[in-house]
């Protein structure tokens, strides 16, 4: 790290909350962190004053900004949230000497080697190859999806809106509820907060049973103290579905050196997603079950702060976006 390059001013964009925290020296600890809700501000630019006026901070050296939207040019348009911004623009209107703006789950990515023991819990068997890459998924607002290549070459992409299938015939049932709302069902119309939603709405239709409305967070509680059978299966469901899709993501970097799941909703879960069908379902892919079978899962368990610890990672490594 170049001791020019602070203080540094990292930020961790998601579709529901904004967090932003400093680094003051090489290797230093991340300070002043704080979260606000995107919806309290008109644009990016207003949350990052509002936060360097509350901590009496001065203008950051370097900045980086892990955002949850594709970085492909110059303007950056979030895909759950109304703010855009040109990153030139906001970079003169902040000060800074440089500014690296790449997608939320790049900067998580990036975060992985430096997780300590206990900001991760292992769901099921297998044992990480050192050396081999890394996989990562995590639903929350929306599902980020990325993953990390000899141990600092994050990949950015948009994996979570890849198309969502099943063999299973409820499940595939589900999926044509969906279809017929959505067109196209992509892993994040089942595989988010707003997803699990659908996911409880789609079952009951299937189910032909009543459904009281409810919302992600609720039906989260509803199926953890099994006080709703209907959010039960949808929770269910919606841990298969995961398991599903992280094999494919496993599959195609060949991580075996194991397989993450960050974002808001899975840590909330605890032991009750251990028990889920998450892990049958990554493992559950034919001739290659045995290859899956030796590949650990992860739930990282500090998402926040990895996410922003990440974004500092990202201003010293070479991170695609």
Known sequence: MKSSSFPRLVADVGGTNVRFAS?????????????????????????????????????????????????????????????????AALQQALGAERLVVLNDFTALALSLPALAPEARRQVGG???????PLGL????????????????????????????????PEEDAVLKVLQRRFGHVSAERAL????????????????????????????????LDASNPLA???????????GNVAGNVALTLGARGGLYIGGGIVPR????????????????????????????????????QAALLGASRALDAGAHH
């Open 232 to 242: 039960v299966a949808a929770l269910q469901l919606f841990c298969s579905l995961l």
């Open 192 to 223: 988010s907060g707003p997803g699990l939603e659908n996911l409880y709405r789609a079952l009951a239709e299937v189910r032909g049973q009543p459904e009281a409305p409810l919302d992600a967070k609720d039906i989260s509680s509803a199926a």
């Open 126 to 132: 297998g044992a990480a190859v050192d050396g081999a």
């Open 137 to 168: 998924v995590g639903p929350g607002t929306g599902l980020g999806v990325s993953g990390l290549l000899a141990g600092q070459l994050a990949i950015g992409g948009e994996g979570g809106h890849v198309t969502l299938s099943s063999c299973e």
């Open 23 to 87: 680094q003051y020296v090489a290797q230093g600890p991340l300070m002043g962190m704080a979260s606000y809700a995107c919806a309290d501000f008109a644009t990016l630019w207003d949350a990052l004053q509002h936060h360097l006026a509350a901590r009496g901070e001065g203008r950051p050296r370097w900045c980086a900004i892990g955002i949850a939207t594709a970085i492909t040019g110059d303007h950056v348009q979030m895909t759950n949230h109304h703010w855009g911004f040109s990153i």
């Open 269 to 304: 879960l605890g032991e009750w997603f251990d028990h889920s069908r998450f892990r049958e379902r990554f493992e559950a892919k034919g001739r290659f079950r045995s290859y899956l079978q030796a590949i650990p899962t992860y739930v990282v368990q500090a998402g926040d």
